[in-house]
């Protein structure tokens, strides 16, 4: 079972929202910074917003400032991406990392990778 394991993804109409969620399995996410990164057909993987442990210091690239936030169900070691005013840009793959320290925008600094899901924005 992975570390990390991810839900909300689906095809939503441009301007619509979708909720995704990512659960730590093995993994107390609260000492984690999380993250999620997207992935779009022929593109590489792109950083798309962080949360820091502590103080909840939360991050954002800047193609979805506004658009999107993170944040912290510390009770049930969750973390969640609320995606509003979907465009069809944002249509990619995303994931749930996580690390031990600071926010980095590079995948590679990343130890644990959820499956990954699914999102369409399309009409």
């Known amino acids: 079972q992975e570390e990390l394991v991810e839900s909300g993804g689906g095809l939503v109409q441009p301007g619509g929202s979708l909720r995704l969620s990512c659960a730590g399995s093995k993994l107390n996410l609260n000492v984690y910074t999380v993250g999620w990164f997207r992935q779009a057909p022929g593109k590489e993987r792109e950083g798309v917003s962080c949360?820091?442990?502590?103080?909840?210091?939360?991050y954002y690239t800047d193609s979805v400032k506004g658009r999107f936030t993170i944040s912290r169900d510390y009770a049930k070691n969750t973390v969640y991406l609320q995606m509003n005013s979907l465009k069809p840009e944002d249509t990619a793959v995303y994931y749930c990392v996580g690390r031990v320290g600071p926010v980095r925008w590079g995948a590679n600094d990343y130890d644990y990778w959820g499956q990954g899901t699914q999102v369409t924005v399309s009409s």
């Open positions: 949360v820091e442990p502590g103080d909840g210091a939360t």
